[in-house]
């Protein structure tokens, strides 16, 4: 059974992620930052399970939805012509990555997750997100995102 700890944890580590290759990219480079995001990606996802379910904050048209790991990285890093609108999310200096949570359900292994996420790049400008995850427990006990949905709040 997932707990909330776990929870924590997971978007804990998801955010440090994107931390990661947003470093990986200013000290190295997109190489650097494409090995960096692949591993995370491996690390965090279950495109083990099949198809994920990612809806990017910044995605429209045909590409809004991601089902695989090439969308996926290619939503984090950009430089993929398939992807031509992928500006590369991951890799714009973010420096700090913040949860703020709304509700959360647990049902065994499955666990959804909703609230929002403020991301600060290196000059210190923050932007908010509405975001959703669903995870699943795999057999070593580590959380696989199966679902995640993000976007910009509604402005009215």
């Excluded at 440090?16 to 591993?39: C, D, Y």
């Excluded at 012509?81 to 890799?91: L, N």
């Excluded at 210190?124 to 997100?129: A, F």
């Amino acid at each position: 059974m997932i707990n909330k700890d776990e929870l924590t944890k997971a978007r804990i580590a998801w955010g440090e992620g994107i931390v990661a290759i947003s470093k990986a990219f200013e000290e190295q480079g997109i190489k650097k930052a494409s090995t960096t995001a692949n591993e995370i990606l491996d690390d965090l996802y279950g495109f083990e399970f099949g198809p994920i379910l990612f809806k990017p904050t910044l995605s429209g048209g045909v590409q809004t939805f991601r089902t695989d790991k090439e969308g996926t990285l290619s939503y984090f890093i950009g430089n993929n012509p398939k992807y031509p609108q992928d500006t590369g999310f991951g890799i714009k200096s973010w420096h700090k990555v913040e949860s703020e949570t709304s509700s959360i359900f647990i049902n065994e292994n499955i666990a959804m997750w909703m609230g929002w996420v403020t991301f600060t790049n290196k000059d210190g400008e923050t932007v908010k997100v509405d975001k959703s995850w669903c995870y699943k427990k795999v057999a070593n006990g580590s959380l696989k995102i199966i679902l995640h949905h993000s976007s910009l709040p509604y402005d009215a």
